[in-house]
């Protein structure tokens, strides 16, 4: 079991920024591919980003290029989400999820990843 905490949602205005944080709490993020998911109201959830936790690498979805950035804290086991420029269409739920043996292929799909954070809510207004 890895369980995930996730905090830093809230509420921003178009073009402002958010962190979101994701903790693993009790146990370290090693061998897995940590990574962040948004589901808007009514819809699928879609891919964000991911990291390798061990030995780097980044994966970004193309709507969020540019504009959100992936670092980790090693020591804290913990995965942060830099959001900038935000538009409102990044409302949303957004989830960290973490799984191990997921090769590069299968990095934005939802079910490549076992375990999950309970959610964090981020509204941009316009």
């Known amino acids: 079991q890895v369980p995930l905490v996730e905090s830093g949602g809230g509420s921003v205005q178009a073009g402002g920024s958010l962190r979101l944080a994701c903790a693993a709490s009790?146990?370290?993020?090693?061998?897995?591919?940590v990574g962040w998911f948004l589901q808007p109201p009514g819809k699928e959830r879609e891919f964000v980003a991911a990291?390798?936790?061990?030995?780097?690498?980044?994966w970004y979805a193309d709507p969020v290029k540019g504009r959100f950035f992936s670092s980790r804290d090693r020591a804290k086991s913990t995965l942060y989400l830099q959001m900038n420029s935000m538009k409102p269409e990044d409302t949303a739920v957004y989830y960290c999820?973490?799984?191990?043996?997921?090769?590069?292929?299968?990095?934005?799909?939802?079910?490549?990843?076992?375990?999950w954070g309970q959610g964090t809510q981020v509204t941009v207004s316009s």
């Open positions: 990291t390798r936790w061990s030995g780097g690498g980044t």
């Open positions: 999820a973490a799984g191990s043996g997921i090769i590069a292929g299968r990095i934005s799909l939802v079910d490549a990843y076992d375990y």
């Open positions: 009790g146990r370290s993020f090693q061998n897995y591919i």
